[in-house]
C-alpha cells in the first residue's frame, strides 16, 4: 500500500507556524531522492525569521522532531551536502 500523505507532519508544522507567529514552514534539500513522499527533501522547519530562535523541525530521514531547538540545530544533525532552495 502506497501512503502518500505526510501522517501529519504538514499539519503540525503549520499549527506551530500559526500559533507562533512564523514566517511559513521551509525545507532542507539533498541529493538524491530519498524518500517516496518527500523526493530530495531532507528536513523541514518552521521559519521564525532568526537562525537562532526556538523552532520545531522535523528530519525526514530519521523520521525525528527536534522541538525547542533552533535553525543552527538543524542544520548541524543533517549531512554537509544539505541545501535551501
Known sequence: MIRPNSNGIDERLERY????????IE????SPCRHHYWG???????????????TLSYIVDNDEWIVGGCYADLVEKLPENTRTI
Not at 522547519?45 to 537562532?52: A, C, L
Open 17 to 24: 507556524n500559526k500559533e507562533n507567529g512564523g514566517y511559513g
Open 27 to 30: 525545507a532542507l534539500y539533498g
Open 40 to 54: 530530495d527533501i531532507v528536513a523541514l522547519y518552521v521559519n521564525t525569521g532568526d537562525s537562532y530562535s526556538e
